[in-house]
């Protein structure tokens, strides 16, 4: 009997044994993705609150990583390579940062809505990619799949989601004199335009100039919000408005709404006298409807930069600044830009 309660004695200290045992292996394994949590924690606290425009869910899930509640969705895909996507519920029309932390090849890329974006290395050593949300995209969770390559095969392939919500921005009529939508809206003005377009998709530079969030380029009243659906003349809609507009008297100075490098200054039927800045990672602003522009192409320009001027040239009813920001060729909307700081 002794014999059996001595057994008995050992076969408890043993099972106590192995759950210490696996109790500290568990909490070991755990320690990576909780330091990342820190670390994806201070990113998030880094952006500045967004605008009142954007969707409530979005603002309860950023106040939610500011209290550390709920665990991020960094993920561990290896030893020391985690995924964090900021923010993780955004609107039609925004874009959003994907950093990679850790040894990742330069040549691995990110796939989200059929198209395939790079990554790029920062001066800090981390990878990061800002991708952009078509206005068209529709509600609804999506994949982002980052491939990881060695020798242009790839490794690993991680999927992560993305919630995106539509955004309501309504309708706006406009009526334009029939001198302006004959010589604007044109079939030769329409292709000049999409000929500038072509041309400054063709110029993006890998490094990100900027940091901080974006300014308003001028002082003045926002007239219209991106995004906006427009009907010319009681005609159906039949465009929306891809920019931000800022209403302001004519010759108001124009500053640079980041830094970056002026690649094109250019006069366009549609869009009048505009500058293109390159401020890096497919970030691209464009100034449009100028009076006069101050800087040319080559120059580095600063938020302090004087640009141009307002005015009032191209298809436009009245002196104002169209501002566009577009990441690798898709619009985004700026205001958005001015409200969020994706790089410290
Ligand atoms: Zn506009």
Not at 166 to 186: C, M, P, V
Request: glycine share 6%; charged share 20%.
């Amino acid at each position: 009997m002794k014999k059996f309660i001595l057994f008995f004695l050992l076969f408890l200290l043993t099972i106590l044994l192995l759950f210490e045992i696996f109790d500290g292996t568990l909490s070991d394994n755990f320690a990576k993705p909780s330091k990342n949590i820190i670390t994806q924690t201070s990113i998030s606290s880094d952006v500045s609150p967004k605008s009142s425009s954007v969707n409530k869910k979005n603002q309860s899930s950023q106040s939610s990583l500011d209290t550390k509640e709920i665990p991020t969705k960094a993920i561990n895909i290896n030893n020391n390579v985690y995924v964090s996507i900021f923010p993780e519920i955004l609107n039609n029309g925004e874009f959003f940062k994907i950093t990679l932390s850790s040894n990742v090849n330069p040549l691995s890329s990110i796939k989200f809505l059929q198209k395939t974006y790079p990554i790029f290395k920062g001066a800090n050593g981390v990878f990061s990619s800002i991708i952009p949300v078509p206005l068209d995209t529709k509600e609804g969770l999506y994949k982002i799949t980052v491939d990881y390559l060695e020798k242009q095969n790839i490794i690993y392939e991680n999927i992560n989601e993305i919630k995106i919500l539509n955004k309501d921005r309504g309708f706006d009529y406009i009526t334009l004199s029939q001198e302006i939508t004959k010589s604007a809206f044109s079939e030769e003005s329409i292709h000049e335009d999409a000929e500038i377009r072509a041309e400054t998709s063709a110029l993006f530079s890998v490094g990100n100039y900027w940091n901080g969030a974006f300014l308003m380029p001028c002082d003045g009243e926002i007239s219209t919000i991106f995004g906006v659906g427009r009907s010319y003349n009681n005609q159906p809609v039949s465009s929306y408005h891809l920019g931000l507009d800022i209403a302001a008297d004519m010759h108001t100075k124009i500053n640079a709404p980041a830094k970056g490098i002026i690649k094109l200054v250019v006069e366009s039927p549609l869009r009048g006298l505009m500058v293109y800045i390159d401020h890096g990672l497919g970030v691209q602003s464009s100034l449009a409807h100028l009076d006069s522009a101050f800087i040319k192409a080559g120059d580095v320009v600063t938020k302090e930069t004087l640009i141009g001027t307002v005015g009032s040239s191209g298809a436009s009813t009245g002196p104002h600044l169209h501002w566009e920001v577009s990441v690798w060729d898709t619009l985004t909307d700026p205001f958005v830009w001015t409200t969020t700081s994706l790089f410290d």
